[in-house]
C-alpha cells in the first residue's frame, strides 16, 4: 500500500443558536501508491574494446574476442530488478582478429608489460626465461617490460623501461627464489612496478601472471590480483595446469574478465618456451612482420 497525508483546521468559533455544525477540521487522503522497488537505469553500450588477440598464432587458435558492456548509471531501489554484469543485457561479445599472425612477427605496440614468472620449487623457471627472451627479442622498443618472479619470496630482474639489452643481460643471470608459490607477494611487486614507472598516457598495462594454477593463500593472490586491474592494467594469465576444474577456477578469479579472453593454459611448462608466439599474440596489441618494419625504418 502507498502512504498518508493529512491536513487539518482550527476550530475559530463554535456553532450557536441553532447554527449548521462545522464542516470536518480533518482531511485525509492516500498518496504515493506506486511500487518502491524500481529498476536500475543502465547506461549506453561502450565502445568495443581492443581485440584479445592480435591474431592466430596457429590454423588451430582460437581467435580473439571484442567485448561491450553497459554500466549500472542509477541503481535499482527496494526489491527492484538489474541485468547482472555478463547477462545478455549487459554483455556481449564479437569475434575478431581472425587472420594468421605473420611470419616472424614483431610487437609494435605502444604497451608497458611485466612479466610475473613462477620461480617456486614446482615450476620450470628455464622455460620460463627461454619465453621472457622471446617476448623481448620479438618487440620493438615501443613495448617496455619489466621483469619479476615469485615464490618463497619475490625478486626484480628489471625495473620497467629498462632499455632490451638491459633486460636480456638480466634474464641471463636471473635465478629462481624457490619455495612455494606466494602469488599474493609477487603481484604486489608487480603492481609496485606498475606504479613507479614512468607514466606515459595512452599506453596499455598489461601483466602476464604466469602460475600452475595452485598458488599459497589463494584469497590473498585474488585481492593483489584485483588490485592491479583496478589500476586499469589487464591481467593476462598464462597458466601451467592438468586441466582441473579448481585450478581452471582460480586462474579465472586472477584474470581480468572475462575469462576467456584472458586465460592463456597449456599443458606443461615445455610448452611455454615451445609455442611462444600463443603469447606473443595475446600479450600485443599490434604485431607486424619483420619485412613490415624493414619497410618503415627504410
Request: proline fraction near 4%; aromatic fraction near 4%.
Amino acid at each position: 500500500g502507498g502512504g498518508m497525508q493529512s491536513r487539518e483546521r482550527e476550530l475559530l468559533s463554535k456553532s450557536d443558536f441553532g447554527g449548521r455544525a462545522c464542516p470536518v477540521a480533518m482531511e485525509r487522503r492516500i498518496c504515493n501508491v506506486g511500487s518502491c522497488d524500481v529498476a536500475c537505469k543502465l547506461d549506453e553500450w561502450t565502445e568495443w574494446s581492443p581485440c584479445s588477440r592480435a591474431c592466430r598464432f596457429s590454423k588451430d587458435a582460437a581467435t580473439g574476442r571484442q567485448r561491450q558492456n553497459r554500466k549500472v548509471l542509477v541503481p535499482a531501489e527496494g526489491l527492484g530488478s538489474c541485468p547482472r554484469p555478463h547477462s545478455r543485457q549487459r554483455f556481449r561479445a564479437r569475434r575478431c582478429n581472425n587472420e594468421p599472425c605473420p611470419q616472424n612477427a614483431t610487437c609494435a605496440a605502444p604497451q608497458d608489460v611485466i612479466l610475473l614468472l613462477s620461480g617456486s620449487a614446482h615450476s620450470d623457471f628455464s622455460a620460463q626465461l627461454d619465453l621472457s627472451r622471446y617476448l623481448i627479442e620479438r618487440s620493438t622498443n615501443a613495448v617496455r617490460f619489466g621483469v619479476a618472479a615469485y615464490g618463497g619470496s619475490a625478486k626484480v630482474f628489471a625495473a620497467l623501461g629498462a632499455d632490451h639489452s638491459t633486460l636480456l643481460a638480466a634474464l641471463r643471470s636471473a635465478t629462481a627464489p624457490g619455495g612455494d608459490a606466494d602469488l599474493a607477494q609477487g603481484a604486489a611487486v608487480a603492481r609496485n612496478l606498475l606504479t613507479t614507472g614512468a607514466v606515459e598516457p595512452g599506453r596499455q598495462s598489461t601483466v602476464l601472471l604466469i602460475t600452475d594454477g595452485a598458488p599459497t593463500q589463494t584469497d590473498e593472490a585474488q585481492t593483489e590480483a584485483r588490485r592491479l586491474r583496478d589500476l586499469g592494467a589487464r591481467v593476462v594469465v598464462g597458466t601451467v595446469d592438468d586441466r582441473s576444474r579448481t585450478r581452471r577456477s582460480t586462474a579465472c578469479s586472477l584474470a581480468s574478465r572475462p575469462c576467456a579472453m584472458n586465460v592463456e593454459a597449456v599443458d606443461s611448462w615445455a610448452m611455454l618456451s615451445q609455442q611462444p608466439d600463443q603469447l606473443l599474440s595475446v600479450l600485443c596489441t599490434q604485431l607486424q612482420s619483420t619485412t613490415t618494419l624493414a619497410a618503415k625504418v627504410d
